[in-house]
């Protein structure tokens, strides 16, 4: 990528207003593609219902994940940076 990637947190708060769409909607694409990987689509399910119930991805990462995002997005970055 040529572009650093956005920070989760950056993305979750203000994804419609980044200046590239391209690499944010590539970056979550991967972001649930790690999560299938890594936890399994059950995952994937159980965080869309926490953010559905109004949590915020910090919350649902915790209760799902059992990590924060910091740590998620640590892994994930790195994950996605050896895809390239």
Same mark, same amino acid.
């Given at each position: 990528? =040529?572009?650093?990637?956005? &920070? @989760?947190?950056?993305?979750?708060?203000?994804? =419609?207003?980044?200046?590239?769409?391209?690499?944010?909607? &590539?970056?979550?694409?991967?972001?649930?593609?790690?999560?299938?990987?890594?936890?399994? *689509?059950?995952?994937?399910?159980?965080? @869309?219902?926490?953010?559905?119930?109004?949590? &915020? %991805?910090?919350?649902?990462?915790?209760?799902? @994940?059992?990590?924060? %995002? *910091? *740590?998620?997005?640590?892994?994930?970055?790195?994950?996605?940076?050896? @895809? *390239?």
């Amino acid at each position: 990528m =040529d572009q650093p990637l956005y &920070r @989760l947190a950056e993305m979750d708060i203000n994804f =419609d207003n980044l200046p590239n769409q391209s690499l944010a909607y &590539r970056q979550s694409y991967l972001a649930v593609s790690y999560i299938a990987t890594e936890y399994g *689509e059950d995952a994937i399910k159980a965080i @869309l219902s926490s953010l559905g119930k109004g949590n &915020r %991805m910090e919350k649902a990462f915790a209760e799902v @994940l059992g990590l924060s %995002m *910091e *740590e998620f997005e640590q892994n994930y970055c790195h994950w996605a940076l050896k @895809l *390239e």
